[in-house]
């Protein structure tokens, strides 16, 4: 069974720019969560999908924005990029059954370079 | 609010040594998950365990054993004669049951280093 996959794995963007990150969930997982990894401030929370809906959102500004299509591919956007955007960007799918099943699968992460 | 707490920012070790990596948590929950994440450098976040907080029977699973106390708040992560492959950065992470979101709240990590 395949994992969850993100791309690109990698990317190097410039202040002001903006930039689109991609996941797809493990085959038949309907929930996608969006993290943010930095050295100072650790692992955050960005944001959750189910069936296409926002469940949650994490307490960042209105420059991190996301969505889910129907085949539970999610994107996640950041405009305007700001050096503090430079980050790892995990995402994590679960919820096989339509239920929450607490047990999330990570992907392998895009790592944001912004200069 | 929800808080994890791993105090322990860096443990280095030998091989063969047991150690232990202590996860103290906070919340005004009563059913909530607690996990255990390991993050080798590649980066990608391995699931290790999930317990709920009516469960606090302890668990071993090979070299790996976890001790949930709900009296003292905390669910501790002993590696009994790590190894080298052990070297990673471990999270620990609550997520309250509220509203189906699964929400995770991680710890800051404890970066373990295992030396040969």
């Known amino acids: 069974k395949a994992g969850v996959t993100q791309t690109p794995r990698y990317l190097i963007k410039t202040r002001g720019q903006q930039v689109t990150l991609s996941c797809s969930p493990i085959?038949?997982?309907?929930?996608v969560s969006w993290y943010q990894q930095t050295p100072g401030q650790g692992l955050q929370f960005l944001f959750e999908?189910?069936?296409?809906?926002?469940?949650n959102k994490g307490n960042f500004p209105g420059r991190f924005s996301g969505r889910q299509f129907s085949n539970s591919r999610s994107e996640m956007n950041v405009s305007t990029l700001e050096l503090g955007d430079s980050a790892l960007y995990l995402c994590?799918?679960?919820?096989?059954?339509?239920?929450?099943?607490?047990?999330?699968?990570f992907g392998p992460g895009t790592r944001l370079t912004v200069t | 609010a929800q808080k994890v707490t791993q105090a322990q920012t860096e443990i280095s070790v030998v091989e063969k040594e047991d150690v232990t990596l202590d996860c103290v948590y906070e919340?005004?929950?009563?059913?909530?998950?607690l996990f255990w994440y390991k993050q080798p450098p590649s980066g990608e976040l391995v699931f290790l365990i999930r317990?709920?907080?009516?469960?606090?029977q302890n668990e071993i699973s090979g070299r790996y054993s976890w001790n949930f106390q709900k009296s003292t708040s905390s669910f501790n992560f002993t590696i009994t004669a790590s190894q080298v492959v052990d070297s990673a950065v471990y999270f620990c992470?609550?997520?309250?049951?509220?509203?189906?979101?699964?929400?995770?709240?991680f710890g800051k990590g404890t970066k373990l280093t295992v030396n040969p």
């Open positions: 085959s038949g997982h309907r929930s």
């Open positions: 999908y189910f069936s296409e809906t926002q469940r």
């Open positions: 317990r709920n907080s009516f469960d606090e």
């Open positions: 992470a609550l997520t309250e049951e509220r509203g189906g979101s699964e929400k995770l709240v």
């Open positions: 994590a799918s679960s919820s096989l059954a339509g239920v929450p099943s607490y047990e999330q699968y």
């Open positions: 919340t005004r929950d009563t059913t909530y998950y």
